[in-house]
């Protein structure tokens, strides 16, 4: 029988040779993975008073000196990060980020707008997840699918008409950022909640290169740590005001959640030291890469969406992958397999990022050989080989170890 140590090794040993294009994923540092390891790793700290067994408890747990002075630091850190006036790093993941701030903010059958699924809205805040799950009502947030973009007067005329609870940005699927300024305006105006779900962008926003008005025109800002935020997985938090922070960190502690994995927070700390000082430069890096292969891909014959908007101005471009279908025959899910059996990993809905492969260094002038693979592996061609030479060597660029 295969041991997990085993498996975990094989896993290793093989994406440490394969072309990750998944725009969701990223890779840590070893100080990172290091604090992940960490005894923080089997502690708990409550820190707020808990209502335990029917008593008010102020700290339930002793030990946590070293727990808390981390969180203490990790807070610090991502004020410092993204200029905002309060933060957590409390969120399990973007998911459970997203369900306890409409926990915190939306009344019981409240009105909640978010983008759908198939304008690359986030799946979670539309039936059957959580509307069914919280008992709110969800309505879509108007989209222009001719610029990728929320459409500005559609969604401010939509706010003032409906007057939702909340107004979520939940781009899963993202290229341009909306028009924030407009849009919170309306929701200030019909007392609405901004929430900015910033699951893939937020390394891009914390290196001040997309949407850098996130936090000064939400409401609150969070989402996953793992995408363009070169941390662990799990979540985080900012907001422009701490008593909108304070009602949506009272909702974790035996509410959406328990234990907060303290390692994970730690080595989330090692990431956002990372970042203040590698972060802007990394997320100009991860952008003119997505341009580069973006153009790269389209001229070479593989047909990359927007090119009137020099494709995108975020990790991500969009295949294509209707016109690919029609040429070749072939639907996403299939070219995704192909691309596999020569070790470039890609998602079924052919989005690709750039934001690992900027981890691992590579620049603009690489992205002619990373198109060139793509499209001769979407030909049948066999290239496993130059794809194991381009990715092997590569060193992890943006550590400070
Ligand atoms: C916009 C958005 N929100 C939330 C999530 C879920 O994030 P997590 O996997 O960290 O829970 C995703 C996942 O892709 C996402 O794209």
């Known amino acids: 029988m295969d041991r997990i140590a085993d ?8 994406r440490s040779r394969c072309l990750n294009l998944i725009p969701s994923e990223n890779v840590t540092s070893p100080a990172v993975r290091a604090a992940l390891g960490s005894d923080l790793g089997h502690r708990y700290t409550f820190r707020v008073d808990a209502y335990l067994h029917g ?15 981390v969180e203490d630091r990790v807070e610090e850190l991502l004020r410092e990060v993204y200029s905002a006036e309060a933060a957590t790093a409390r969120p399990l993941s973007g998911h459970i980020a997203g369900v306890t701030a409409l926990a915190a903010l939306v ?10 699924p198939d304008d690359g809205g986030y799946d979670g805040y539309h039936p059957p997840h959580l509307p069914d799950l ?25 706010i003032r008409g409906a007057r939702p609870d909340a107004v979520v940005i939940n781009q899963s699927f993202v290229l341009f950022p909306p028009e924030l300024e407009p849009i919170d305006e309306a929701c200030k105006e019909v007392g609405a ?31 996953s740590t793992h995408k363009t935020f070169f941390g662990p997985q799990g979540g985080l938090m900012v ?36 970042m203040k000082v590698y972060g802007a430069r990394y997320a100009y890096q991860v952008i003119s890469n997505a341009k580069t292969l973006a153009r790269a891909l389209d001229e070479g014959g593989l047909p990359v969406r927007y090119a009137d908007r020099d494709y995108t101005e975020s990790h991500q471009m969009m295949l294509d992958t209707a016109a690919f279908e029609e040429r070749t025959g072939m639907d996403p899910q299939t070219l995704a397999i192909r691309l596999e059996t020569q070790d470039i990993i890609v998602d079924a809905m052919c989005r690709l990022g750039t934001n690992e492969m900027t981890r691992k260094g590579l620049v603009e002038k690489d ?27 590569l060193e992890l660029e943006f550590t400070l170890d």
Not at 7 to 14: K, M, S
Not at 374 to 393: N, T
Request: hydrophobic share 45%.
């Open 193 to 223: 909640r901004l929430l900015y779900d910033g699951s893939h962008t937020l390394g891009l926003i914390a290196g001040g290169h997309f949407q850098p008005d996130a936090v000064e025109r939400s409401d609150l800002l969070f989402g």
């Open 107 to 116: 009344p019981k059958g409240g009105l909640v707008m978010a983008l759908l």
């Open 239 to 274: 907001a422009r005001d701490p008593e909108v922070m304070a009602r949506v960190r009272a909702s974790f502690t035996l509410t959406t959640q328990d234990n907060a994995h303290w390692n994970r927070i730690a080595a989330l700390g090692v990431a956002l030291e990372e």
């Open 55 to 69: 008593h008010v408890i102020e700290n339930a747990y002793r030990g946590t000196r070293w727990t808390e002075a």
């Open 7 to 14: 498996l975990v090794g094989e896993h290793e040993a093989w």
């Open 367 to 393: 992205m002619a050989t990373v198109a060139d693979l793509v499209i001769r592996a979407s030909a049948g061609e066999e290239v496993k080989g130059e794809v194991h030479a381009l990715v092997e060597d």
């Open 134 to 158: 919280m008992g709110y009502t969800a309505m879509d947030l108007p989209w222009d699918g001719s610029r990728f973009q929320v459409d500005t007067e559609a969604a401010v005329d939509g």
